[in-house]
Structure formats: C-alpha cells, structure tokens
C-alpha cells in the first residue's frame, strides 16, 4: 500500500510543478491583453474625436487605465515566479516581448493620438504639420528607447560568466512600465480630452522625449524588489497601504499622477545624491602623511 502512494506521489507532484509555472505566464498574458486592449480602444477614440466629439473621451480613459492595471501585473508576475522559484528564460523573454507591445507601442500610439493628432491648426497651419511630424519622431524615439531600455535589462539580468550582475535594489534607467504609466496618469488625470493647443502639444512632446532619455540613461532608479509582499507586516505600514488603496479608489486621477510623478523624480534626486557625493569626495583634502625621522 505505501508502495503505491509512493508512485503516485511524485506525478502529483509534477502537476503542481507545471500549474506553478503557468501562474506567472497567465499574468504576462493578461499583460498582453490589456497592451492589445489599449490599442484598440485608442483607435475607438481617435475615430471618435474624428467625428468632432473633443469631450471627454471613454475610449482613452480605458486604453489609459487599462496600461496602468498591466503595471501592477508586470509587478506581480516576476514576484510570482520568483516566489514560486518558476523562474525560468522563456518566461523572461516573454514577458519583455509583452512589454514592447503594453509599455511600448500601446502608450506610443496613445501618446500621439491624444496628444498630437487633434491639435487645432488655426492660423499657425504650417507650424502645426511640422508639428505632428516632430511628434512622430518623439513619439517613435520613445518606442525605441523603450526597446533599448528592455534589452540592456536582460542583458544584465543574465549577465556572461565572469560579470557581476548590477545591484537588485536599483533599477539602470527608468524602467518602461513607470514610463508608460506616467502617459496613461497624465491623460487619465486631464479627463482623456485630447489635446487641441499647440502650446500644450509643445510641452507633451518635450514630457515624452524626457522619458525617452530617462529610459536608456544610467540613473537609478528604485526597484522594490527588496518588498516582500508575504512577510508580516507592522501596523503602521498596513494603516499606510489601506490608505493607499482607499485614495486610489476615491481620488485615482490625481493620486495615480502624483505615484507615477513622484517616481520618476526620485530618480533626479537620487543622480542628485551621487553627484553631492562625488563632489564632496573631490573637494575633501587627502590626509596628509608625516614620516618619523629617526636619530
């Protein structure tokens, strides 16, 4: 009899191996969706605001929240994996090929649609079609970047033997999720009415190009990885994170811009940091050295 369960034992076993590495894909999956969903709908309200309706768009609203809900699964699939020890190559490059489509094409084509597509020519009509080709050049710049940016995490994810990998704490460059998520904060938090002024285009161009840079620049930029969503947690830190999500629920537009801001300024205050470090380094004299004379 015990013979028996012994050899029926590790089949099962092997079940609940292969469920626990479907768990992390079907979050890339639904990452995936959210990226084709987002594109979809943002087409919907391009083809809306083309019918002359500049109101406040339903169809941008749910391509911009439906890249800030793949944010929070990018964030849960690599804690799932790693929870589960499911790490696996597939699933790394899946899951940054699903990032292209879902932080890189998905807020691209956002960023350009809302942002450039419908800007009001008026008088300035020349300047508004070099406009809009700027704006294909930003825009693209962005997607490249952001597909640099992925590339460069992979590489120094699984370094080659003999290189030490980076530290996990930080993050090189600002990482393509918090780019992509401060697009779809700022068009969720200005009521999803495309932009129509050529002033405002101006300065969303020059937003967008500065993710751009931010993305394949060395600053760092705090990773979490360090949070452990399973340990026990003090009273303090739940009090904290209840009225986190309780803002969210409430005030979504404003407290979600202000994450997706206060996030990419921590990275300017930490290039702040070393550089105050460097200089302080540079400007502290050397100690000086006295040699003993002997007699």
């Not at 890189?104 to 070099?130: E, K, M, N, R, S």
């Amino acid at each position: 009899m015990s013979r028996a369960v012994a050899a029926s034992s590790p089949p099962k076993m092997r079940v609940s191996r292969k469920a626990a590495y479907v768990l992390p894909t079907l979050f890339t999956a639904g990452n995936i969706f959210l990226g084709f969903l987002a594109i979809v709908k943002t087409i919907q309200g391009a083809l809306m605001a083309a019918g002359g309706d500049f109101s406040s768009n339903e169809h941008f609203e749910i391509a911009a929240k439906s890249i800030g809900i793949a944010v929070v699964l990018d964030g849960l699939d690599g804690r799932i994996a790693r929870m589960t020890n499911t790490v696996s190559d597939f699933g790394r490059e899946l899951d940054s090929l699903a990032d292209v489509i879902t932080f890189g094409i998905a807020p691209a084509i956002l960023a350009f649609v809302w942002g450039i597509q419908f800007v009001t020519p008026g008088a300035a009509g020349f300047a508004t079609d070099h406009l809009r080709q700027i704006g294909y050049f930003v825009v693209f710049a962005y997607l490249l970047c952001g597909s640099a940016r992925l590339a460069r995490f992979n590489v120094q994810t699984a370094p080659p033997p003999g290189k030490a990998k980076p530290d996990h704490r930080f993050f090189v460059g600002l990482p393509i999720p918090a780019a992509a998520g401060l697009i779809a904060a700022l068009v969720y938090a200005l009521n999803c009415e495309p932009l129509r002024e050529p002033g405002y285009a101006l300065v969303w161009l020059g937003l967008v190009g500065m993710i751009a840079f931010l993305m394949i620049s060395t600053w760092r930029y705090i990773s979490f990885k360090d949070l452990n969503l399973v340990q026990p947690r003090k009273p303090l830190s739940l009090l904290f994170f209840g009225a986190l999500i309780w803002s969210i629920w409430n005030y979504s537009q404003p407290v979600l811009l202000v994450i997706a801001v206060t996030y990419l300024l921590s990275g300017f205050v930490l290039k702040g940091a070393s550089l105050w470090r460097r200089m302080r380094k540079v400007s502290e004299p050397e100690p000086e050295t006295h040699e003993q004379v002997s007699v």
